[in-house]
């Protein structure tokens, strides 16, 4: 497939002493849905902003459908479409006057009123943005994006605040999206999210990528299929204790967090009853035990030490 957006040995150095981008790789197909995920501090943002022609990096390459910022900004100012986390819009504006305002920016915009549509947002469209819920607010700034008709959409965290079902609408929305060609790269906290609209991702950790593919090969890279959880009554599992864990039947990795002890297994129903064994002959008893599917959250904290949304 055609490479949408590709950076080589990308590194952002600050005031010359705080390396924040540390000589990172990125190569994102045409049509796909990329995820970025990383914990505060892992160089995330800096990256963002870079590919979003915000931030000039220290040294590296930026191709973005073939273009490059340095050559080609206003082209690529009308192929990007950019929802920031944060999106400051003038309060004294109407809904529809704002997504106007946007669309003056571009030669070719998309009709307001499609946009409005699209967003569910055409009840509130002579609201002031002053007056809108925050879900709302999420939506409009949206909608900003995809005024410009773009080729590329970024969108940061782009269902933080939103209720169930207007996520589910925006889910939808960037499906549809990509069915017209169009190429996404999202960061998120919502590990569920990740799972479901990415086609490939990168986990970013010190300015580095550290792992990067689809949600499944990750996962099938986490050495198994199922985690164990549990927590024996009254005690904290000690260095001992995790040891002994480990050689349980098809255990693959064990970590301990908060007195709750995760173990990676291959096959649950070979695992469980000899847990159940050591704990009995330990004289011991369990306050909990649960087991689930492996998940990008068991691969993110193994990689990284760190749950996402620990900040």
Same mark, same amino acid.
């Given at each position: ?54 931030l ?5 390459? =930026?191709?973005?459908?073939g ?7 206003? !082209? $690529?100012? %009308?192929? /990007? @479409? ?55 607010r ?14 590329v ?50 986990? =970013?950790?010190h300015g ?8 499944? !090969? $990750?996962? %099938?890279? /986490? @050495? ?88």
């Amino acid at each position: 497939m055609p490479i949408a957006i590709q950076c080589r040995d990308l590194r952002k150095t600050y005031e010359g002493k705080v390396e924040a981008v540390r000589g990172l790789n990125l190569e994102i197909h045409a049509g796909e849905c990329f995820g970025l995920l990383g914990p505060n501090g892992a160089g995330k943002t800096t990256t963002i902003e870079i590919l979003e022609g915000l931030l000039a990096p220290t040294s590296g390459d =930026v191709s973005i459908l073939g273009c490059n910022w340095h050559d080609n900004e206003r !082209e $690529l100012r %009308e192929w /990007l @479409g950019i929802s920031l986390q944060e999106t400051r819009l003038s309060e004294k504006l109407s809904v529809r006057e704002t997504i106007d305002l946007f669309a003056s920016f571009y030669r070719q915009p998309r009709p307001t009123d499609e946009v409005l549509d699209q967003l569910q947002l055409t009840e509130k469209a002579n609201s002031w943005v002053g007056k809108l819920s925050g879900g709302q607010r999420q939506r409009l700034a949206v909608a900003t994006a995809l005024v410009s008709n773009p080729k590329v959409l970024f969108l940061d965290e782009p269902t933080t605040g939103l209720d169930p079902q207007s996520r589910r609408q925006l889910w939808e929305i960037i499906g549809a999206f990509q069915q017209r060609g169009g190429t996404v790269l999202l960061t998120t906290h919502y590990m569920d999210e990740a799972e479901r609209l990415c086609d490939r991702l990168a986990i =970013v950790d010190h300015g580095k990528v550290i792992a990067d593919g689809s949600p499944a !090969e $990750l996962i %099938e890279r /986490l @050495g198994g299929h199922h985690v164990v959880e549990f927590a024996v009554k009254g005690n904290r599992s000690r260095a001992g204790d995790i040891q002994v864990w480990g050689t349980l039947p098809t255990v693959e990795s064990v970590r301990e967090d908060d007195g709750i002890v995760a173990l990676t297994v291959k096959e649950p129903h070979l695992t469980i009853p000899a847990l159940l064994d050591v704990i009995a002959r330990a004289h011991q008893s369990l306050e909990r035990l649960t087991t689930r599917q492996a998940s990008l959250e068991d691969v993110f904290v193994r990689l990284t030490g760190r749950h996402l949304r620990e900040q």
